[in-house]
């Protein structure tokens, strides 16, 4: 069964809107940009964005229903995510959504409150692996940033999130996700020194 399709989205007979539509009885796309339209704005330079490839991904969504989303990453992971997101659907892992983030304007606070899943984001350059799309958020809201001793004065990220380790959709230490991104070879945000940013797998 093929997880994730890569196959150019510019060809697919979906008009690209603003909202969800059903492409089948029960499977629903959530977007449908081409590859300029997903790095529109970015501000990333072009050896940046020739390191990356847009790519369709399958995934159980809360509705428990079969959803196709897009996510604009690095090609050096395309496939490891492909066998990340065929493992979340086996194993029914419900996702928000997954929608690259020039739909929320490149800013992540919005994404973040969305619930929505994304890999590239041109921001943080010297720190965030999400600038050259090494790095994957999944359902932030579920999985807020939470900070460690001595760094509780500040605020848990997104804001208003609260983390619930017995929801669907949310990682902890004992996640068969978590286990399967780990023999992956990605490094999780829970690891960090100074917080839980449980959302977050890096390679
Ligand atoms: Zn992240």
Same mark, same amino acid.
């Given at each position: 069964?093929?997880?994730?399709?890569?196959?150019? &989205?510019?060809?697919?007979?979906?008009?690209?809107?603003?909202?969800?539509?059903?492409?089948?009885?029960? %499977?629903?796309?959530? &977007?449908?940009?081409?590859?300029?339209?997903? %790095?529109?704005?970015? *501000?990333?330079?072009?050896?940046?964005?020739?390191?990356?490839?847009?790519?369709?991904?399958? !995934?159980?969504?809360?509705?428990?229903?079969?959803?196709?989303?897009?996510?604009?990453?690095?090609?050096?992971?395309? *496939?490891?995510?492909?066998?990340?997101?065929?493992?979340?659907? #086996?194993?029914?892992?419900? @996702?928000?959504?997954?929608?690259?983030? %020039?739909?929320?304007?490149?800013?992540? +606070?919005?994404?973040?409150?969305?619930?929505?899943?994304?890999?590239?984001? /041109?921001?943080?350059? !010297? /720190?965030?692996?999400?600038? !050259?799309?090494?790095?994957?958020? @999944? +359902?932030?809201?579920? +999985?807020? %940033?939470?900070?460690?001793?001595? /760094? #509780?004065?500040?605020?848990?990220?997104? +804001?208003?999130?609260?983390? #619930?380790?017995?929801?669907?959709?949310?990682?902890?230490?004992?996640?068969?996700?978590?286990?399967?991104?780990?023999?992956? *070879?990605?490094?999780? *945000?829970?690891?960090?020194?100074?917080?839980?940013?449980?959302?977050?797998? #890096?390679?």
């Amino acid at each position: 069964m093929l997880i994730l399709i890569t196959t150019s &989205c510019s060809t697919a007979p979906i008009k690209k809107t603003k909202t969800l539509h059903v492409i089948h009885d029960t %499977v629903f796309l959530d &977007c449908n940009y081409t590859f300029d339209e997903a %790095v529109a704005g970015s *501000g990333a330079p072009e050896e940046v964005l020739e390191q990356l490839q847009l790519v369709q991904v399958k !995934y159980i969504s809360f509705d428990n229903k079969t959803h196709i989303g897009q996510l604009l990453t690095n090609k050096r992971i395309v *496939g490891k995510l492909k066998i990340a997101f065929e493992y979340m659907y #086996e194993q029914r892992f419900p @996702i928000g959504r997954v929608i690259p983030i %020039v739909k929320y304007q490149w800013d992540d +606070n919005k994404s973040m409150a969305a619930n929505n899943t994304y890999s590239f984001c /041109y921001r943080d350059i !010297y /720190y965030s692996k999400h600038s !050259y799309g090494l790095a994957i958020d @999944i +359902n932030p809201f579920l +999985n807020p %940033v939470r900070w460690k001793e001595g /760094y #509780e004065y500040r605020k848990t990220i997104p +804001n208003g999130a609260v983390f #619930e380790p017995s929801r669907p959709g949310t990682f902890t230490i004992h996640s068969t996700v978590v286990h399967k991104f780990k023999t992956l *070879g990605f490094r999780w *945000g829970h690891s960090f020194t100074q917080k839980y940013d449980d959302h977050h797998f #890096e390679k």
